[in-house]
T-cell receptor
Framework: GESVGLHLPTLSVQEGDNSIINCAYS??????FIWYKQESGKGPQFIID?????DKRQGQRVTVLLNKTVKHLSLQIAATQPGDSAVYFC????????????FGKGTKLTVNP | NAGVMQNPRHLVRRRGQEARLRCSPM?????VYWYRQLPEEGLKFMVY????????ESGMPKERFSAEFPKEGPSILRIQQVVRGDSAAYFC??????????????FGPGTRLTVT
């Protein structure tokens, strides 16, 4: 079975609010995690990544948090904009393997104006 | 710097025909990955190739599917005798071999295969 999953399939927020998208993983051997954004009809677009030796990483308007104790990953989007509406996937990569990515099923984020 | 290129973007095949999907990685990238995505689902890994070598094909169906990444030219994912269940979006990703961002996989726009 899949080792990466998401708690909520859909998330609806108001423009300007902060969004939090969650992800659980089960393989403790994974040491690299990535968040992707996929807009309708397009390929996944890299947002931010984090390695297992880190707890937090910040980008432009996005922050990824990694809690290895409970095997939980989250993506925080500050001041969510309509252009952020998309499906967000977390993915994990297992070091020492073939570097393939294991994706969760995705959370559909809808930003209401 | 062009991104990952995939063609065709849309492909319609009748049951029993062959489908050939092409992927040109980003310039300088020598690692190619193929993923399949069914509607409303996440991407599923199929195969990982480097130039002229298949590194990991653990996600490939045992029959009808094959992939190659020749020394020259794009990577090809070939599906023989397609069935309706093969209808999906097929994404290619590529990555480089070194650097702090060497692990990042860049995705192409995908090929949407429809089997009628």
């Amino acid at each position: 079975g899949e080792s990466v999953g998401l708690h909520l399939p859909t998330l609806s927020v108001q423009e300007g609010d902060n969004s939090i998208i969650n992800c659980a993983y089960s393989n403790s051997a994974s040491d690299y995690f990535i968040w992707y954004k996929q807009e309708s009809g397009k390929g996944p677009q890299f947002i931010i990544d984090i390695r297992s030796n880190m707890d937090k990483r910040q980008g432009q308007r996005v922050t990824v948090l990694l809690n290895k104790t409970v095997k939980h990953l989250s993506l925080q989007i500050a001041a969510t904009q309509p252009g952020d509406s998309a499906v967000y996937f977390c993915a994990e990569e297992m070091r020492g393997g073939s570097e393939k990515l294991v994706f969760g099923k995705g959370t559909k984020l809808t930003v209401n104006p | 710097n062009a991104g990952v290129m995939q063609n065709p973007r849309h492909l319609v095949r009748r049951r029993g025909q062959e489908a050939r999907l092409r992927c040109s990685p980003m310039k300088g990238h020598s690692h190619v990955y193929w993923y399949r995505q069914l509607p409303e689902e996440g991407l599923k890994f199929m195969v990982y190739l480097q130039k002229e070598n298949i590194i990991d094909e653990s996600g490939m169906p045992k029959e009808r599917f094959s992939a190659e990444f020749p020394k020259e030219g794009p990577s090809i994912l070939r599906i023989q005798q397609v069935v309706r269940g093969d209808s999906a979006a097929y994404f290619c990703a590529s990555s480089g071999t070194s650097g702090s961002r060497g692990y990042e996989q860049y995705f192409g726009p995908g090929t949407r295969l429809t089997v009628t």
